[in-house]
């Protein structure tokens, strides 16, 4: 009989729980998440033993690279239970860290003005990175604002229609139209 190695599973597991992630928050419970959350932490102990095997600027670079990764997949995780927005810009702030990060260990490989170069186009890199999350975050709050414009404006229009109704038809029509729009009572 065969059966799936834990490790494997963890693998599966990450790689699953990132591929949701990207789309959309999860929210599963308490002990998935927990239960979720060891499996990732036991996966990049065992990357970062994996690392300490080797030497030199190899072993520093596989490091940072393990860090990232995890800091990512918790982060991911985190999201994928949460939802909240928060949650989201810890997510993407983590992606831009790690990736800095990385960019800026493979940079202690060289000297002079090429050193100095290759770290300013890493903090470059993630500066950039920030102003779009920034930009992502105002976009997304003026199509919740025009959204909800439109709705509005939608409703009034529906209202006004309602108000050629008389008694029920009138009150199942508005009831109908605060629902289809969005709108309190």
């Not at 604002?145 to 509005?152: C, T």
Request: proline residues 1%.
């Amino acid at each position: 009989m065969y059966t799936l190695k834990p490790l494997y599973c963890a693998g599966l597991l990450l790689a699953t729980l990132m591929t949701v992630g990207n789309a959309r928050a999860a929210n599963f419970s308490k002990p998935v998440y927990e239960g979720a959350r060891t499996e990732v932490k036991s996966r990049f102990k065992l990357e970062r033993e994996t690392c300490e095997a080797r030497s030199g600027e190899d072993r520093s670079l596989c490091l940072e690279v393990a860090k990232g990764r995890e800091k990512i997949a918790l982060a991911q995780l985190e999201y994928n239970y949460s939802g909240s927005k928060k949650d989201e810009t810890d997510l993407w702030k983590a992606k831009v860290e790690a990736r800095y990060e990385v960019e800026r260990r493979k940079c202690e490989a060289l000297s002079g003005n090429d050193r100095d170069v290759c770290v300013r186009a890493a903090k470059t890199a993630r500066d950039k990175s920030e102003a779009d999350m920034k930009l992502a975050r105002k976009t997304d709050a003026a199509i919740e604002d025009a959204d909800e414009a439109h709705l509005k404006a939608d409703y009034r229009l529906a209202a006004e229609k309602c108000d050629a109704l008389k008694g029920e038809r009138k009150d199942v029509c508005m009831a109908s139209a605060k629902a289809h729009y969005q709108q309190g009572w």
